[in-house]
């Protein structure tokens, strides 16, 4: 199965079909997790190809795939997954609204310790500023790494403050705040 996956989306020419191969061994087998992963590998691959209609196609699997009543990271990681069909063939509007319910769930649990929320933060900043509200992605940065300086503790923390201030200076360049963006550089 693996080999399969790795091979419909690594070894070239592409052959997207091997996913299917590796779906129907999966099946066979009845093992449920591998043919999540299938599915996921798949969402993935046509995401990478800019064939956002076969990925949505697949993600749809992938959802129907896992029960409803199973709330947690399997379910975010699909709903984070349609997100970015939607941010990547630019329907931000549809992004916006899924970012933001992934995001409404970390702060009723109060869950900042996790890399998900600050993506999703991330995430909203970045849409704000493709659509030239550099005001807005500013605020999404801000309080995305305010919240990380005070509230993630894991291994990834260093690299998730590092890329938020990277992003939080850009965002300063394009509102011309130069000294502000050269703090967050240095």
Known sequence: IYSLEFRASHKKPYNP????KAYQLAKKYNRIDDINDVEHNR?????SQHQYD???IYILRYQDNVPKEEQGEGNREINNLL???????GIYNKATDVYSELLEQYEKEDNWNYFRPYVMMNNLGQ??????NTREAKAWFTRSLKLAEERLTTNYRHNTIGYIKIRLAETDLKLGDLDAAEQLLN
Do not use: C, P, Q
Request: aromatic fraction near 20%; avoid cysteine; hydrophobic fraction near 65%.
């Open 17 to 20: 079909m091997l996913f299917n």
């Open 43 to 47: 969402v993935l691959f046509f995401m």
């Open 54 to 56: 076969s990925a949505m």
């Open 83 to 89: 997100g970015d069909i939607y941010y990547n063939a």
């Open 127 to 132: 849409i704000s500023l493709l659509l030239n």
